[in-house]
Antibody
Framework: EVQLVESGGALVQPGGSLRLSCAASGFTFSSYWMTWVRQAPGKGLEWVAHIKYDGSGKDYEDSVRGRFTISRDNADNSLYLQMSSLRADDTAVYYC???????????WGQGTLVTVSS | QSALTQPPSASGSPGQSVTISCTGSSSDIGDYNYVSWYQHHPGKAPKLIIYEVTKRPSGVPNRFSGSKSGNTASLTVSGLQAEDEADYYCSSFGVTKNDVFGGGTKLTVL
């Protein structure tokens, strides 16, 4: 059974940093692009960043580029999102998502809540 | 403003059919047969229910169907059930990274 389990969400002050983790199991992690998607309170789904199966390619949504860094450890079947210079509008549930290709997001974690507030 | 435009709400009575549209452009929906639909119950993980315009993942009831005409994709839910009440999002290959998902449609079962 495919499982994606996020962790690391917390309450953090504006300007602070946080690292989200996602533990993957039940599939060959190193064969898939992986993505972070978020949902702010009362808003829709928003694509945040993705990383190629071998880590050699990454891309980011404009509002997080330069502040967030996506990475992965294929030996440990883990995906990460390092977030810095956090702002109130980064408050959201962050989902770890498997991309089966062509933006087919076929497996989702339960999400981890990040709250940016003083 | 998403590149993929969905109606904010839709509704239907149990047993009825409801169709949700997703309008893009000739650069995304119009150019690729890679439209996906996701069902999201609040507080739960979103779930892929349609991919490549018309295909259903294993376990998704055949009450859910997808189609496309030109730059518009559609999700039809037939035989509406109470548990179908959820938010539905479309996505398509070809959109910019900033607009991967449509704005979402809240489906209410009356």
């Amino acid at each position: 059974e495919v499982q994606l389990v996020e962790s690391g969400g917390a309450l953090v002050q504006p300007g602070g940093s946080l690292r989200l983790s996602c533990a993957a199991s039940g599939f060959t992690f190193s064969s898939y692009w992986m993505t972070w998607v978020r949902q702010a309170p009362g808003k829709g789904l928003e694509w945040v960043a993705h990383i190629k199966y071998d880590g050699s390619g990454k891309d980011y949504e404009d509002s997080v580029r330069g502040r967030f860094t996506i990475s992965r450890d294929n030996a440990d079947n883990s995906l990460y999102l390092q977030m810095s210079s956090l702002r109130a509008d980064d408050t959201a549930v962050y989902y770890c998502v498997r991309d089966a290709g062509w933006y087919r997001f076929d497996q989702w974690g339960q999400g981890t809540l990040v709250t940016v507030s003083s | 403003q998403s590149a993929l435009t969905q109606p904010p709400s839709a509704s239907g009575s149990p047993g009825q059919s409801v169709t949700i549209s997703c309008t893009g452009s000739s650069s995304d929906i119009g150019d690729y047969n890679y439209v996906s639909w996701y069902q999201h119950h609040p507080g739960k993980a979103p779930k892929l229910i349609i991919y490549e315009v018309t295909k259903r993942p294993s376990g998704v009831p055949n009450r859910f169907s997808g189609s496309k005409s030109g730059n518009t994709a559609s999700l039809t839910v037939s035989g509406l059930q109470a548990e179908d009440e959820a938010d539905y999002y479309c996505s398509s290959f070809g959109v910019t990274k900033n607009d991967v998902f449509g704005g979402g449609t809240k489906l209410t079962v009356l």
